[in-house]
């Protein structure tokens, strides 16, 4: 266990070390148990966070606002266009100013090419903790969510075979944060990847170079195929859900013309049973339901997904309190 985590930022998992989030998650799972319990833990008393979202969110602003309540502090929703950066303010003005004010920043800008870089911008101007809500690279507490979930449900993930997979969806172009993310992580902690999308959908060469050279160093399995069905073999954990094609197009148009050439990777009763029989479905949310993934998938026995959703309060409300302290 860590605890010298106080100042930190999290912007990506890939910069805090194993026993630092394993230290996090310990603290999401005490955070989760007292509340079931209905015991107090107001651990930011008094403290503030600053809470900017260039983007929408249902569960993110919900839950760190819910989560910094919690803890016996506040947080301040700020939506981006209310506030004067498009009349100059800068993410210096941001850092400077927001850190002062508050005693963390966290900000959702995902953004393709400019939401990581925002948010490190930011970071670098500020006195006081950034969290990253999304970024157009990274989604670090819905992974440490998904990690927590995968504990809960399926004991120790060592030796455990997750399949990151593309899957359909007709609304729009989604980021490709939560596959690269989830790449990254689950090999740290022991899991098999297969990661399954059409040829047009890769994600960034250095984020999969990267989480090769992390399978290699903790001797996991790295796999990448082109074909859903393939990818579901097996699986302990299927975690499927849309991405745009940021690397192919960034036109929106061209881009939905691409999507539309795979309205068959949705994941179905049928593609489910390819899994392991105890395999659990994940997803982020939202999902286009039965278009993405059909009901009966979504709301049946193997959904965890709404366990996957409460979980973002604890860990994010741990990284809050060994942070923000
Ligand atoms: N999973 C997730 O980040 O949800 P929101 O976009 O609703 O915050």
């Known amino acids: 266990?860590?605890?010298?985590?106080?100042?930190?930022?999290?912007?990506?998992?890939?910069?805090?070390?194993?026993?630092?989030?394993?230290t996090a998650l310990d603290v999401a799972f005490r955070l989760k148990q007292e509340r079931a319990l209905g015991i107090p833990h107001p651990l930011l008393r008094d403290k503030t966070l600053a809470m900017l979202f260039f983007y929408s969110s249902t569960r993110t602003r919900s839950s760190f606002e819910a989560g910094m309540a919690q803890l016996g502090g506040?947080?301040?929703?700020?939506?981006?266009?209310?506030?004067?950066?498009?009349?100059?303010d800068t993410a210096k003005e941001i850092g400077q100013i927001l850190g002062r004010y508050f005693d963390g920043i966290a900000i959702r800008n995902v953004d393709w090419g400019i939401g990581n870089k925002y948010i490190r911008d930011v970071?670098?101007?500020?006195?006081?903790?950034?969290?990253?809500?999304?970024?157009?690279?990274?989604?670090?507490?819905?992974?440490?969510?998904?990690?927590?979930?995968?504990?809960?449900?399926?004991?120790?993930?060592?030796?455990?075979?997750?399949?990151?997979?593309?899957?359909?969806?007709?609304?729009?172009?989604?980021p490709i944060s939560v596959p690269q993310s989830l790449i990254l992580l689950m090999p740290r902690f022991g899991m098999d990847v297969v990661l399954s999308y059409p040829p047009e959908f890769p994600l960034m060469p250095e984020i999969v170079d990267e989480a090769k050279a992390l399978a290699r160093k903790h001797g996991t399995g790295f796999e990448i195929v082109h074909d859903m069905d393939e990818g579901f073999k097996g699986a302990d954990v299927v975690?499927?859900?849309?991405?745009?094609p940021l690397l192919t197009t960034t036109d929106p148009e061209?881009?939905?013309?691409?999507?539309?050439?795979?309205?068959?990777?949705?994941?179905?009763?049928?593609?489910?049973?390819?899994?392991?029989?105890?395999?659990?479905?994940m997803h982020p949310l939202p999902a286009d339901r039965d278009i993405e993934v059909?009901?009966?998938?979504?709301?049946?026995?193997?959904?965890?997904?709404?366990?996957?959703?409460?979980?973002?309060?604890?860990?994010?409300?741990?990284v809050m309190a060994l942070t923000m302290r």
Not at 239 to 244: D, E, F, L, T
């Open 74 to 88: 506040h947080a301040a929703f700020i939506e981006s266009r209310t506030t004067q950066i498009s009349h100059g």
């Open 254 to 281: 061209e881009g939905k013309r691409l999507q539309d050439k795979y309205k068959d990777w949705i994941v179905s009763e049928e593609r489910m049973k390819l899994a392991a029989p105890d395999a659990i479905y």
């Open 239 to 244: 975690y499927a859900k849309s991405w745009g």
């Open 123 to 174: 970071a670098s101007a500020s006195r006081v903790p950034v969290l990253n809500m999304q970024c157009d690279i990274f989604h670090p507490f819905q992974i440490l969510a998904d990690l927590m979930t995968i504990m809960e449900k399926k004991g120790d993930p060592k030796g455990k075979r997750i399949v990151v997979s593309w899957a359909y969806a007709a609304s729009y172009l989604k």
């Open 1 to 22: 266990m860590q605890t010298n985590l106080r100042g930190r930022d999290m912007i990506t998992t890939l910069e805090w070390t194993k026993e630092e989030l394993e």
């Open 294 to 318: 059909a009901s009966a998938v979504l709301d049946g026995p193997q959904s965890v997904v709404f366990d996957e959703a409460e979980n973002r309060l604890h860990v994010q409300k741990a």
